[in-house]
C-alpha cells in the first residue's frame, strides 16, 4: 500500500528563519508527482511545490524548495526567509491520478 | 488562470433537506475531483471524474451523488444527510492523467464549501 508520513504535527519558526518540513513516503512505483500543497486558514489548498519523480534536480519556487531524495523515499520542503503570511497547514501528497496525503504540519511563524 | 470556484461558500442543512454543491473551472481541465475534509485532517477522496464520466467513487454513501454536466462544472447532491457529514468539501480539477503536459496530474483546487448538518 502506498503511504505517506509527515512525522511533525506542528513546528514553529522566527519570522525571517529557515525551516523544513519533513514527509516520507512509501511506494513500489518508478514515475510518480509528488506535492507540497498550503492550507491557510482562509481553507483553499494552495500547491506550493511539485517534483517529478524522474527528475533528479531539486524543484524550486522562489523561497521554496525541495529535498528530494529518491531511494531514501524522502520529499522534504524549505522555506527560506519566512514570513507572517507563510502560516499554515502544509500537507505532503504523493501520486499520479489519485492523490494519498499526509497527515500534515501545522507551521506558526513567529514575529 | 488557474482557479476553481465553490458555491456557496457556507451551507447549513436538515437531515431531511436536499441541497447541492456546485463547482466550475474554465481551465480546461478534464478531470475534476469532490473532497470531503474534517478539521485538522488531510482531504478525502469522494468521486472523480474523467472527460464528465465518474472513474472513481471512493465506497460514498449514496446520500452523495455527483454530476457532470459538462467539462467545466461539477455538482455533488446531497440528500438525507447525517450530522457526521458536516465538514468542508473541496473541489479539485486537474489536466487528465492521459495528457502529456507534465502538469497533467497537478489538482488545484477551489476554496470549499462548509457544511454543517443538523
Known amino acids: 500500500a502506498q503511504t505517506v508520513t509527515q512525522s511533525q504535527p506542528e513546528m514553529s519558526v522566527q519570522e525571517a528563519e529557515t525551516v523544513t518540513l519533513s514527509c516520507t513516503y512509501d511506494?513500489?512505483?518508478?514515475?510518480?508527482?509528488l506535492f507540497w500543497y498550503k492550507q491557510p486558514p482562509s481553507r483553499q489548498m494552495i500547491l506550493v511545490i511539485r517534483?517529478?519523480?524522474?527528475?533528479?534536480q531539486n524543484a524550486t519556487e522562489n523561497r521554496f524548495s525541495v529535498n528530494f531524495q529518491k531511494a531514501a523515499k524522502s520529499f522534504s520542503l524549505k522555506i527560506s526567509d519566512s514570513q507572517l503570511g507563510d502560516a499554515a497547514m502544509y500537507f505532503c501528497?504523493?501520486?499520479?491520478?489519485?492523490?494519498?496525503f499526509g497527515t500534515g504540519t501545522r507551521l506558526k511563524v513567529l514575529a | 488562470d488557474t482557479e476553481v470556484t465553490q458555491t456557496p461558500k457556507h451551507l447549513v442543512m436538515g437531515m431531511t433537506n436536499k441541497k447541492s454543491l456546485k463547482c466550475e473551472q474554465h481551465?480546461?481541465?478534464?478531470?475534476m475531483y469532490w473532497y470531503k475534509q474534517k478539521a485538522k485532517k488531510p482531504p478525502e477522496l469522494m468521486f472523480v471524474?474523467?472527460?464528465?464520466?465518474?472513474?472513481i467513487n471512493e465506497s460514498v454513501p449514496s446520500r452523495f451523488s455527483p454530476e457532470c454536466p459538462n467539462s467545466s462544472l461539477l455538482n455533488l447532491h446531497l440528500h438525507a444527510l447525517q450530522p457526521e457529514d458536516s465538514a468542508l468539501y473541496l473541489c479539485?480539477?486537474?489536466?487528465?492523467?492521459?495528457?502529456?503536459?507534465?502538469?497533467?496530474?497537478?489538482?488545484?483546487f477551489g476554496p470549499g464549501t462548509r457544511l454543517t448538518v443538523l
Open positions: 479539485a480539477s486537474s489536466q487528465d492523467s492521459l495528457g502529456q503536459d507534465e502538469d497533467t496530474d497537478t489538482q488545484y
Open positions: 511506494t513500489s512505483e518508478s514515475d510518480y508527482y
Open positions: 517534483q517529478e519523480a524522474y527528475k533528479q
Open positions: 501528497a504523493f501520486g499520479t491520478y489519485k492523490y494519498i
Open positions: 481551465m480546461g481541465h478534464r478531470a
Open positions: 471524474y474523467s472527460y464528465e464520466k465518474l472513474s
